[in-house]
Each structure stands twice: as structure tokens, then as C-alpha cells.
């Protein structure tokens, strides 16, 4: 009977906005400071203190909101969450129940299936509790950080149409990758500045009623997101073939153990008891504003992507290497200009560079090579200032430590050599040292020719231009 | 001692210096505190040093502030940097907050001299200043009789004369109450008008601070200190806030004031409270004022909606107050939640307690849009029964209390407590503002009369508190039995 059962998985992903500071004071928001040290009366919720709607906040969620198709609501208002946890200062959380900043939307994924969004909402973040000494269960003590307390998070709810633990993982890559492109977060989940809940069930394959769901938590990668997601499908699947009943609860993914766990039922659940803040009057947004912020997004990944594609003729798949991130998405399109051949541009970032950039650890943001010097390097090839296989040398260096292709073209003598004298001497040298190879071209084996070109090209330290190169051996061997 | 507008001019005239009048008032203070205990913590250093600056800048010719020199009393729920700071509460017994509010920065800027904090109900919830959870104050005109809440402190030393200005809040009567029963100045400023930073919250969208002086003058001198917009507090409203003192009048010609009638049936209860207030609108009335009938149809669910309201706010508001920042901690033998259980119980009175659990329930799913949505629906029709009334009116007269200073321990049913609000909390819901002035005796104790204008309309109301008050001078025909 499992065979016939259909996956339904929903996705509340909270990802943290880099603002300068924090949602509701001025605190800096940074990511790996001493513990406690950017904190103040208003975000440790002393008494006494309100809280400040940070624009900027406001501002970045609105772009991702545009970025993704939602509605952005006009007028919007912040509730309190009031439960007990003692990483959160006021024992209630700033956040947005019933009028959220933006309502609709989609994420489309590279399969081009579209999955629809129910809400993005602004709040703050929680402070972080320690256990000193390890584990929860053993440690002795609880301390608690509260440099994440209050920094600005926006959580992205998913209507429950994502089907498989791939769409799931797709769903967070298309994510990330426009959260990067538009610059409102660094989206880093093993930082936390991106989480991840899953709400999932499992129902007879063509039905449209939801089957009971279980939440998942403690998700702390997309590799993590993906298993959990496996294990929990898995496990409902076998509660129907023995006939369990699936209970309706919040489960924990335990990544050592590669299993889900459960954490409380829905018995258990709180009462969140919301309400409007009154410390803070409705926001409301105008037209002017939601326009301008509107009109500074960047082209986003999915636009770029089939651009290049139309507009350089590079392949899909280089465009969508190419696009992922915002920084080589500019980069290949400077180097395109600068070479004026978009698809050897895209040859040299999909291929030698990228070779180069994994030799040195080193990625296209870190490397010193500018998108000039890589376009006059495809230049000079082009214009046969140097041959292809020196031009792979000069790509090593300008990624490992920068520099002017020219200068070092003529610092390590790699200019091509087209003068025949010159090269007479050196094909006279092979055809004597290869005889064997030499006899066998002569003997029909014509890739036996390759061969020999290639030891031409090696004692030329590879500055030979090959087309004479080939010309010298056609004449001397037949 | 005087007003603190002829301190401050004797000051200005070096008559006396800010010094010499400082110790005064702290020896006035020190006289009556044994009987009043309108203290819960005296800063003798702080206002000696605060009184010095005040002179050096006078000797060298410098400008001072609105308030130069004058002595002036905080209640304890305003966070002042490394004072204890405590709210009338065991939880914050030990809390010195690492910084000041906005009232008391403005005071500072105005070089008003702090002299201390002063007692109050815990939390604010409470009308006789009796819910203090370290002692209770009593009233300077009867030791036996309460001061009124939750502003006790604030308003027993200012009625005591021991100092001529304090600054107290009112969330649905808290300095209006108590100013009644202390014989002196008290006015609710319109929501919004005085920064809330840095205030101890107890119900976010009525809390506002306000002034608890000798006279009207003060108050508004007081007020114009205090009030105008802070970016710290996103309800603080950028209002400009004009000189009050300018406005102040001697006469009501022209001036329309609003009767409510719904009030006039409820005072009626009690004939001396009624002829009490039958006699100041005469007063009003000989100034120069006309009548006009105004109803308020939603006042008679007032109390219900406060006491829905309220205590919800107040619920979220407590919850920080759990041991794990700051404040007293009592260690639970189990887990975190063990710590905040036994932190909570110990250190919250039991009208905190009450109020908190009336607040969480009516918060809950299931019950909040029966209460709480409700309650703001009524509210709503609240502020527009109070612009109906304005249309009509400049401004509206009505009794501040139904009753004059009760004894202590009169009133041990919380209700019967609660209900000691009911002429001050519709105006707090609308969050207008409303002010008590001294409006005469019964049984030989201070009564107030409560006057209130269209919101941010202060002035206007000071005004016509001003001429009733030069022309009755009730506050003057009464001494404090300690002094
Ligand atoms: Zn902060």
C-alpha cells in the first residue's frame, strides 16, 4: 500500500537580515563577537525599555518580498509571542501574527515548478543558551549569549507543496541564492543566519485532503534537510504499513544518530497568547517608499540565468553555474566585456579557472585576478600573443596571486613563437629522439602524430605556435 | 515650603541658594518620613551634588534649566542610573538599572534637584498605595487614611509640603487618585506626551507620566520639563510642546465646560461628595463659564474594559521578571522553569499575581477575542464618546474620586479597590488628558475636582484649573497634620 502514498512537505525557513543592527536597538548585529558584548538595556529587555522598529529591517524584508513575488503589505503591525525560555529576554517575542509584511508569492525551482509562499514575516531573534561543559545533559551549568537577541529575522512560510526531500533542498538553494543577490543576509546556515523547519505528512497519492504532520527541527544543514526529511518520510511511511497511528507533534533530527526524535505533541503545545505590541503603532509603508525599494532590486538569479543563456549563447548549465552567485554572476559578464567573447569568458570560468581557484582554495571573491586581467589574457590568446597551453600558466598565476597577464607573459618568456628558423631546430630534434613514433605515422598511424606534436610543443615550453609546428612535421614526414 | 515656582525665583534672585534649599527640603523630608514613608530610597549625595551645580552655574552667570534648584521627588518606577530602582516590588528589590529614563534625563536637563524615589502600590496596580510590597504610605493630612495609588509616595510628600514637585503615573487614576486625596495638583498628560523610556511598564498603552505639584503653575512648569517627543519611545507623540505657564488664565469667560451627566447620577450616591462638587461648579460657574449636558453612554464599562486591558498588557509586560537577568533570583532545585516558578512566586505581591493570571486568560486562544478584542472595541467607542462630548464642550468638569481618603486596610476586597477608579479610567482609555485639582473637604479631608481636555489640548485644561484654583485656594485651607 506504500507505493500508492504521495509526500506533502512545507517549509518555515527563518533567515537573518544583515542589517548593520539589531531590529529593535541599536546593538551591532554581527555573527561570532565575545559572548554578550552586543547587548544593551533595550535588547536584554531590562525594565523600562521599548523597543525601535529598525527600518532597514523593514526595508530588506520588503526586497526579499519583492524578490519573491509577494504581496507587500502597506499597512502591517507587530504582536507579541509570549512564552517562557530564558533565552529570550522579555519572555516574549516581537513578531507579526495576523498582518504580516508580505502574504503570497512563490519560489520557482529550476524544474521550473513553482511553490507557493503563505507569508514572510518580520520578528527578533533569540539569544543562544551554552552548556558549559558539553552536552545539555551533562553539562552544569546553562549560560546564556545574548548577542543574537533581537537581530532582525524574517521567517519564510511555505504552503505545504513541496514533494520530496530534492524539491526541499532545491526550494532552500533558490533561497539562498536570491537572499545573496538582493544582499539582505549572508544566509549562512551553519551560522544560523539561515534555519529551517519542516512540516511533513504523507497521504494517498491523488487525494487533496493533508494527511497528520509531524514538525521537524534542529535542521542544521541543506545535507541535514535532506536526510531528516528521508528518515521522517520514511518512518510515517512505515506507521501506515503497521497500521500506527502518525501523531501530530514537533520531532527533533538527531544528526549523529540519522534519526527524528520526538520532542512534544500537540497536547503539549503553547498559547502563544498574541496580541498587538503596544509599544509599537502599526507600520505603514508608502507607496513611494515600497516603489523606490522596488526599483533597487538587482536582476535576480532566475532573469540572469536565461539572459546569459539568450544573450552570450553560453549553455544552460554554465548559466546556471555562473548565476548562482551574485559576485560571478558580475564577474563573468566583466570578463565577457573585457574579452569581447562571452563564450570563451564562460570557457575559462567554467574550466581553467575554476581548476585553478580549488588548487589554491580560493574562490572568484577571493582570488586577486580582476575580470580585466582575465579578459586581456582571452584577448591575447585570441590574437595569438600566446598560445592556449601557456595561457592555462598565466590563468595560475593571476588566480593564485594577481597581477598583469602582459608582465607575466614576458617575465616567464611564454610569447609565442611563430618564427619558423626557430622552431626548424626543435621539430628536426623530436623526429630524431622519436623515431619509433616517427615510424609509426609513417606507418599509418596517423594519432601517432599528435604524439609528436605534442613533444614539439613540450620542448617549446609550450610557446610554439602549433599550426606551424603541424605545417614543419607535414613537410618533413610525408 | 512655597511653590517651587518661588523657590526657583528666589534661586534666580539668590535669594537662596539651590544648596540651602536642598537641605530644607531633605531636613522636611526627614522630619515626616517617620510617619509618612513616602520613601523607598532618599539620594541626599545625589540632590546635594545636583544643588551645587545649580550654584556654580549661577555664580558664573551661566543659564539654568526650567526647574533650576527646585526639589523633586520620583516615584520609584522611574530607572535612574545606579539608584535603586525597584517599582514598589520584592522581584526588583536589588535592581539598579545602567541607565536613567527620559523623564529623569529631562529632568536632570531642566536642573530640577531629585531628591529620592518615592513608595508606590507594586507594579503600579493598586489605589492606596497599600500594594507597596516593602511598606505602606500614609496620608499627610490623616495618618490613619491611605495617600491614594499608585503614586502614594509622590503624592504624601508633595501634600506633606516637604517637597513642591513630583512626578508620578497614571494608568487609570494613579496620579489622580492620589493627588485628590493629598490635597495637591495632579495631571494625567495625554498618552503619549511624556516619554515612556525607561519607565517601569505595567500597561503599555495607558502608562503615561505626569506631574504632582503645590499648585497649577508648577504642574505646568513640571509638564513643559517632561513632555515632548522621544525617539526612544515609538508611542511618544512629535507634538510641539508649548509654555504652559504662558496660557494660565484668572477668568473662564467664554469657556464652555462639559457636565457628565452618567457621572452626575453615580456621585449622587454619597450627598456630601455630591454638594462637593455641586459647589466647585458654581465656582466654575461665577468665574465665567458656561454649561453644557455631555454624556459619555460607554463610561459605565470603563472598569470592565481597564480590567481587561490592563492586566493583559500587564501579563506580557511581568514576564521578564523571571531571575535570570537581573533582579532577585530564588534558585529552583530542578530545571530553568523550577527557578522562574519559584523567583515569580516569591517575588510578586498578590495583586500582581491576580492581575497577571486575569491578564493571561483573557489573552488565551479561545477567550481573546471575547475580552481582549472586545474590550478594544469598547474603547474605541470610549475616545469617540469623548469627541462627541468636546464638539460640544472646551472642557469637561467631573468628580476625580467617589469618596475622600479611606483607612487603612479599608478595603480588602479587591473590587471595592478597583472601583475607586471609575471617574479616572474612561479618560485613560481615550487617552486624553485629565488632571485633579484641590476642589475642597469632606469630613474634613482633601477632595479633588478632575478636569480633562481633547487630547494634547494640556494648555487648555491647566488654564481653566488654574483660575478655579487662585479663585478657591482649597489647598491652603488645610494643613498637613505632620510638618
Ligand atoms: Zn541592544
Avoid at chain 1, 618564427?419 to 605515422?441: G, P, T
Avoid at chain 1, 605556435?465 to 610525408?478: F, I, P, Q, Y
Avoid at chain 2, 530545571?335 to 491578564?359: N, S
Wanted: proline letters at 5%; aromatic letters at 8%.
Amino acid at each position: 500500500m506504500s507505493a500508492a502514498l504521495e509526500t506533502v512537505i512545507g517549509l518555515e525557513v527563518h533567515v537573518e537580515l544583515s542589517t548593520k543592527s539589531k531590529m529593535f536597538c541599536g546593538c551591532l548585529n554581527e555573527f561570532g563577537a565575545d559572548p554578550n558584548t552586543h547587548v544593551c538595556p533595550v535588547c536584554l529587555g531590562m525594565p523600562g525599555t521599548l523597543p525601535v522598529i529598525n527600518k532597514r529591517a523593514v526595508e530588506f524584508l520588503c526586497k526579499a518580498g519583492f524578490a519573491l513575488e509577494c504581496t507587500v503589505a502597506p499597512f502591517s503591525k507587530f504582536d507579541r509571542k509570549n512564552y517562557f525560555y530564558p533565552d529570550m529576554p522579555k519572555n516574549y517575542q516581537i513578531s507579526q501574527y495576523d498582518m504580516p509584511l508580505t502574504t503570497g508569492g512563490r519560489v520557482v525551482l529550476p524544474s521550473g515548478k513553482a511553490i507557493r509562499l503563505n507569508r514572510i514575516h518580520l520578528e527578533e531573534d533569540t539569544g543562544k543558551n551554552v552548556h558549559a561543559g558539553g552536552h545539555m545533559t551533562t553539562s552544569e551549568a546553562t549560560l546564556i549569549d545574548y548577542n543574537r537577541a533581537g537581530v532582525p529575522l524574517m521567517e519564510i512560510v511555505s504552503e505545504p507543496e513541496i514533494g520530496s526531500p530534492d524539491e526541499a533542498e532545491q526550494y532552500l538553494m533558490v533561497l539562498r541564492d536570491v537572499m545573496l543577490y538582493i544582499g539582505v543576509s549572508d544566509v549562512k546556515m551553519h551560522e544560523g543566519s539561515l534555519r529551517c523547519d519542516a512540516n511533513v505528512s504523507i497521504r494517498p497519492l491523488g487525494t487533496k485532503e493533508l494527511g497528520t504532520k509531524t514538525e521537524i527541527k534542529n535542521m542544521n544543514s541543506f545535507k541535514s534537510v535532506v536526510a531528516a526529511l528521508e528518515h521522517e518520510i520514511s518512518r510515517q511511511h512505515a506507521c501506515v504499513a503497521s497500521g500506527e497511528r502518525i501523531v501530530q507533534e514537533t520531532r527533533g533530527w538527531d544528526e549523529v544518530r540519522g534519526l527524528t526524535y520526538s520532542m512534544r505533541s500537540k497536547e503539549q503545545a503553547h498559547d502563544y497568547r498574541y496580541f498587538p505590541d503596544p509599544d509599537l503603532p502599526p507600520l505603514s509603508l508608502d507607496e513611494a517608499t515600497l516603489a523606490s525599494w522596488r526599483s533597487e532590486l538587482p536582476e535576480l538569479p532566475a532573469q540572469r540565468r536565461e539572459r546569459f543563456i539568450t544573450q552570450y549563447g553560453i549553455p544552460q548549465y554554465d548559466a546556471n553555474v555562473l548565476t548562482q552567485s551574485r559576485f560571478d554572476a558580475d564577474y563573468f559578464e566583466a570578463v565577457a566585456s573585457a574579452s569581447g567573447d562571452p563564450k570563451q569568458a564562460s570557457n575559462w570560468l567554467m574550466g581553467d579557472v575554476r581548476k585553478s581557484l580549488e588548487a589554491h582554495g580560493l574562490t572568484l571573491s577571493t582570488s586577486k585576478m580582476t575580470p580585466a586581467a582575465l579578459g586581456e589574457l582571452i584577448s591575447m590568446v585570441k590574437g595569438g600573443a600566446i598560445t592556449g597551453r601557456a595561457a592555462k600558466e598565466v590563468c595560475d598565476v593571476l588566480v593564485a596571486a594577481g597581477g598583469d597577464p602582459k608582465a607575466i607573459v614576458e617575465q616567464r618568456g611564454l610569447a609565442q613563437v611563430s618564427d619558423e628558423s626557430a622552431i626548424v631546430a626543435i621539430v628536426d630534434k623530436v623526429i630524431a629522439a622519436q623515431a619509433e613514433s616517427v615510424a609509426a605515422y609513417k606507418g599509418g598511424k596517423a594519432k601517432a602524430l599528435d604524439f609528436i606534436v605534442g613533444q614539439v610543443m613540450r620542448e617549446s615550453r609550450g610557446r610554439a605556435n602549433v599550426d606551424v609546428v603541424k605545417r614543419l612535421l607535414m613537410e618533413r614526414l610525408g | 515650603m512655597e511653590t517651587g515656582h518661588e523657590i526657583r525665583e528666589a534661586i534666580a534672585r539668590r535669594d537662596r541658594s539651590a544648596e540651602e534649599v536642598t537641605r530644607a527640603a531633605l531636613d522636611a523630608i526627614g522630619r515626616v518620613e517617620p510617619s509618612l514613608r513616602a520613601y523607598i530610597t532618599l539620594l541626599p549625595e545625589r540632590a546635594l551634588a545636583k544643588a551645587r551645580e545649580v550654584d556654580a552655574k549661577i555664580a558664573k552667570g551661566e543659564p539654568v534649566g526650567k526647574l533650576a534648584g527646585v526639589p523633586t521627588a520620583v516615584k520609584d518606577l522611574f530607572c535612574l542610573k545606579d539608584a535603586l530602582t525597584t517599582c514598589g516590588s520584592k522581584i526588583l528589590a536589588n535592581f539598579k538599572p545602567p541607565f536613567s529614563s527620559t523623564v529623569v534625563e529631562r529632568l536632570d536637563s531642566a536642573d530640577a534637584v531629585i531628591v529620592g524615589k518615592t513608595n508606590m502600590d507594586e507594579f503600579a496596580m493598586g489605589s492606596s498605595c497599600e500594594n507597596s510590597a516593602f511598606f505602606p504610605t500614609r496620608n499627610p493630612y490623616d495618618l490613619e487614611g491611605v495617600p491614594g495609588g499608585s503614586s502614594g509616595g509622590s503624592a504624601s510628600t508633595v501634600g506633606a509640603r516637604s517637597v513642591p514637585l513630583a512626578v508620578g503615573t497614571d494608568t487609570g487614576g494613579s496620579i489622580r487618585e492620589p493627588a485628590s486625596f493629598c490635597n495637591i495638583v495632579g495631571v494625567k498628560p495625554t498618552y503619549g506626551r511624556v516619554s515612556r523610556y525607561g519607565m517601569i511598564a505595567f500597561a503599555s498603552s495607558l502608562d503615561q507620566a505626569g506631574p504632582m505639584t503645590a499648585d497649577v503653575r508648577d504642574a505646568a512648569d513640571l509638564l513643559g520639563a517632561i513632555a515632548g517627543f522621544d525617539p526612544m519611545d515609538s508611542t511618544s507623540v512629535d507634538v510641539p510642546v508649548p509654555d504652559y505657564g504662558v496660557g494660565l488664565r484668572d477668568d473662564l469667560k467664554g469657556v464652555r465646560i462639559g457636565i457628565v451627566r452618567d457621572f452626575e447620577d453615580s456621585i449622587a450616591v454619597d450627598p456630601k461628595m455630591a454638594k462637593l462638587y455641586k459647589d466647585a461648579y458654581e465656582d466654575l460657574r461665577k468665574l465665567g463659564a458656561t454649561f453644557v449636558d455631555v454624556t459619555l453612554p460607554h463610561a459605565k464599562y470603563g472598569l470592565a474594559t481597564y480590567y481587561l486591558i490592563a492586566p493583559a498588557e500587564c501579563s506580557s509586560n511581568l514576564a521578564r521578571y523571571d531571575g535570570t537577568r537581573y533582579g532577585v533570583r530564588v534558585d529552583g532545585d530542578a530545571d530553568v522553569y523550577a527557578m522562574f516558578d519559584k523567583t515569580r512566586t516569591a517575588g510578586f505581591g498578590d495583586e500582581v499575581k491576580r492581575r497577571i493570571v486575569l491578564g493571561t486568560y483573557a489573552l488565551c486562544s479561545g477567550y481573546y477575542d471575547a475580552y481582549y478584542v472586545r474590550a478594544q472595541k469598547v474603547r474605541t467607542l470610549m475616545k469617540h464618546d469623548f469627541d462627541t462630548a468636546f464638539a460640544a464642550c472646551d472642557v469637561i468638569a467631573c468628580p476625580a474620586v467617589s469618596c475622600p481618603p479611606f483607612e487603612l486596610g479599608a478595603k480588602s476586597d479587591p473590587v471595592a479597590m478597583y472601583l475607586m477608579d471609575y471617574f479616572t479610567i474612561p479618560m485613560s482609555l481615550a487617552g486624553i488628558p485629565a488632571m485633579s485639582v484641590p476642589g475642597g473637604f469632606v469630613d474634613g479631608l482633601p477632595v479633588g475636582l478632575q478636569i480633562c481636555a481633547p487630547a494634547f489640548e494640556e494648555a487648555r485644561m491647566l488654564a481653566v484649573a488654574h483660575a478655579y484654583e487662585q479663585a478657591t485656594r482649597h489647598a491652603a485651607k488645610l494643613q498637613p497634620v505632620v510638618s
